[in-house]
């Protein structure tokens, strides 16, 4: 299993040389197996995605968590929606008022848009899920709602050998004493636990995280915690706060990292890492 991350950052795009390192797209990575590709999400970063060798690839599965506009706003900049011989199917999670195409409609048409989602020449199929189990050529995929504003799910990918979690916007600590202690009720666990790879909220130190509990992320520290409690072999700590620098960053986990003695691997995600997972 091949994944490569095209966007890291939360909630608004950042351009400039003090976030060059870090990259200032928003939610994008991909996924790779058998010659089967998973995009998931559509942020800004989608926008740079190279699909390698399409035409022996003619399919390409975009999983949406929700639909934030940081998480869809490159989705109509995706050339391969435009290309008549693909075949897309868009899975995003289930509402109880409108559908998906009728909310993924609002973005992907005027005046937000010029192009209509009906208009897309290539062959496209929307899926809607909740705490859902599906099949994608040698995936095995799980989706569970999370604690975030509206419809929102996290996504624990298994190809043949490896298991991915990939839960960007998430706050599993939201509650009077933080993280519940009895694992059945933590938001997210069932996806996360014994990955080899999680990819995970960590917009906030645990100091700006007093002031915005509620506004569905995390802290750097109750991301880790969530995946100590998990298992997981590997963090990535994602969705990096629009108005934190590389530098910022870098003190950010240096104190981390100076407060903290997990066992387990751990390390900020940046734009265009690439991992290959036995």
């Known amino acids: 299993m091949k994944i490569k991350l095209w966007g890291v950052r939360g909630s608004i795009t950042t351009t400039g040389p003090e976030t060059a390192y870090y990259g200032g ?8 197996e058998d010659g089967c590709l998973l995009v998931l999400d559509g942020g800004s970063g989608i926008q740079k995605l190279v699909v390698d060798n399409p035409l022996a690839n003619k399919r390409i599965d975009v999983l949406l968590t929700h639909l934030h506009l940081d998480h869809i706003q490159g989705l109509g900049f995706f050339k391969p929606l ?5 075949e897309i199917h868009i899975w995003g999670p289930a509402s109880s008022t409108r559908t998906l195409h009728s909310r993924l409609s609002r973005y992907l048409s005027p005046p937000l848009f010029p192009v209509l989602i009906r208009d897309l020449p290539c062959s496209l199929t929307l899926h809607e899920i909740g705490n859902s189990t599906f099949q994608i050529g040698p995936f095995s995929i799980q989706s569970n ?3 975030h504003p509206g419809p929102t ?4 990918v298994t ?3 490896s298991v991915f979690a990939y839960i960007p916007d998430h706050e599993p600590a939201l509650g009077r004493n933080g993280m519940i202690k009895d694992q059945q009720w933590i938001s997210g666990i069932d996806l996360a636990r014994g990955a080899d790879l999680l990819l995970h ?3 906030y130190t645990a100091a700006e995280y007093l002031y915005k509990k509620g506004w569905g992320h995390s802290s750097i520290d109750d991301a880790a915690l969530f995946a100590s409690v998990a298992g997981v072999k590997h963090l990535l700590l994602a969705h990096h706060d629009p108005a934190r620098t590389d530098e910022a960053l870098n003190e950010l986990y240096t104190a981390f990292q100076n ?3 997990y066992t387990f691997k751990n390390e900020l995600a940046r734009e265009g890492m690439e991992i290959t997972l036995p």
């Open 25 to 32: 797209n928003t939610s994008c990575a991909d996924v790779w």
């Open 82 to 86: 435009f290309d008549a011989s693909m």
């Open 145 to 147: 709602y999370i604690i």
């Open 153 to 156: 799910v996290g996504f624990r």
């Open 159 to 161: 190809g043949n050998h």
């Open 201 to 203: 909220d960590a917009q």
């Open 259 to 261: 407060n903290n003695n």
